[in-house]
């Protein structure tokens, strides 16, 4: 294998040396292979594999590389994808016992299109039970483990898809995202992930929702994993050029920013704190010190400028949406009981599991009115956006936190400034962009003193997924915050 490092490497990199016939396709494969087996049985993080096929496939790239056959942007290039995505032919479990034999007879449409760009798709990387916690841990596969600490959690929902990217197993993934599942494990392992805008990329063929389905949730998105924006980038490229569609309009395309800008012109909104979800210091220092040095070099910051909406009506809206969009995957016997919860007890209407139940059974027409609470909220943002470029903001509120896989979602906390804070905080940040469909792009910020790295979020206007990629690299040049490999790595 060519001197390329899988421990740093980017996908970029890692193209372009297939390209020029420096490495081989088979060559990677045996690179990553040997990562996952030294490294694999510590974090748990490639939970299924089809050695036969992935090495046929690398086998059979490097032939058609020879040949001089027409290749894709993703040629030759071996890929994990998290086990929410269907796989022809690969167990795809969702980290739910009840699908533990699922064998998929179709691709999952992204996994459709990374194999059509000349990917190997080959593998799966740990999910929490259908994607639903910010930790990854299931009774299928047991628990993901943090590469920089191993008492410490990978993130989730794309936790295992994040970790291996850290880790070298592959340096691309695709994640999903609609309560923080590809922006936090991109925070908490050093990596980053694009958030990208509703509608923008096909989720046929994710579980949830329930296996088979045409039809999309509100909220949830999809989007890549990679070791640097322009990883993401490439990654982007691939999963929007369906040749027909884009956001549900044949012959639209996602609009471009081939310049690449300058820090000394862009407008940055800074979001470091807030009272509905306080962030630990270690983190919103980071962040204010990022802001401090972006301005040093010539960028406009301005550390007030917010939605003209009160940040707990925008973050109970979220709620309220979220809670009915994952209500159908409820089991019968649990709804049941929420519908008599919300029915009665009107007289608890600030106790939270009252307000999760009225959320969960939403009636349609109350769902309307919070639909159009959300596109006030979204004009609120869109005039954020005529003063700045981007927002930048935590992605959660601490680092990563250690495993707390006994107690249930409700009854976790998480240590913010020496005091127990709601663990549901992690999703104030998420909802940020979530609730408004807009786009969002994890990088890496730094470490705490502890050495654990925090990322921070770049939120931009709708469809901006490509403007926000080009800020974040720029962002990242200047602030000198670019991928490392974990500890791990170095054993």
Not at 155 to 162: C, I, K, N, P, V
């Amino acid at each position: 294998m060519t001197t390329l490092d899988l421990a740093t490497a980017t996908t970029v990199q890692l193209l372009i040396a297939l390209e020029r016939r420096e490495v081989s396709s088979v060559e990677l494969l045996d690179g990553m292979l040997s990562n996952i087996a030294r490294m694999n049985p510590a974090v748990n993080a490639v939970v299924a594999m089809d050695m036969e096929r992935a090495r046929a496939e690398a086998t059979a790239a490097d032939n058609s590389r020879t040949a001089g056959d027409p290749c894709g942007p993703l040629h030759g290039l071996p890929m994990t994808i998290k086990d929410c995505y269907e796989t022809l032919d690969l167990v795809t479990t969702a980290g739910a016992p009840e699908l533990s034999d699922h064998m998929p007879t179709r691709d999952a449409d992204v996994v459709r299109l990374l194999r059509r760009a000349g990917a190997i798709v080959w593998a799966k990387t740990n999910v929490p039970y259908y994607a639903g916690d910010h930790q990854t841990y299931n009774d299928v596969y047991g628990i993901t483990s943090n590469p920089w600490d191993l008492t410490r959690t990978s993130g989730g929902s794309s936790g295992g898809a994040a970790v291996a990217v850290a880790c070298g197993f592959t340096t691309a993934e695709i994640g999903s995202d609609i309560g923080n599942s590809i922006r936090q494990p991109a925070g908490l392992n050093g990596i980053f992930g694009l958030k990208t805008t509703y509608g923008l990329v096909s989720g046929r063929g994710h579980i949830p929702g329930p296996t088979g389905s045409l039809t999309s949730s509100d909220l949830g998105v999809f989007g890549p994993l990679g070791r640097s924006c322009g990883d993401l980038r490439i990654l982007l490229e691939v999963l929007t050029n369906s040749g027909s569609a884009f956001g549900g309009m044949p012959g639209a395309e996602l609009p471009r920013f081939e310049q690449q800008p300058d820090v000394a012109d862009l407008r940055i909104g800074v979001w470091s704190d807030d009272a509905t979800a306080s962030v630990d210091s270690s983190v919103k220092g980071l962040i204010e010190d990022a802001a401090r040095q972006l301005s040093n070099e010539g960028a406009e910051v301005d550390s007030e400028i917010r939605p003209a909406i009160t940040s707990s009506d925008l973050h109970r809206n979220y709620m309220q949406l979220l809670n009915a969009t994952l209500s159908p995957q409820l089991p019968g016997d649990i709804w049941d009981r929420l519908v008599t919860k919300a029915d009665g007890n009107a007289e608890y209407i600030d106790n939270d599991a009252v307000v999760f139940a009225r959320n969960s059974v939403l009636s349609h027409r109350d769902w309307l009115a919070a639909n159009e609470r959300r596109a006030i909220a979204q004009q609120a943002w869109a005039d954020v956006f005529e003063n700045v470029d981007v927002m930048i903001a935590p992605i959660q509120p601490v680092a990563a936190f250690p495993h707390d896989t006994e107690r249930s979602y409700g009854k976790r906390t998480l240590n913010v400034n020496g005091s127990d804070a709601p663990y549901r905080g992690i999703l104030f940040w998420a909802g940020l962009a979530t609730m408004p469909h807009l786009p969002s792009v994890a990088i890496p910020v730094g470490h705490t003193a502890d050495g654990l790295p925090v990322g921070m979020q770049l939120i931009g206007p709708k469809w901006s997924d490509h403007k926000i990629l080009s800020i974040g690299e720029e962002i990242s040049s200047v602030l000198g915050r670019h991928f490392t490999p974990p500890p791990l790595a170095a054993l």
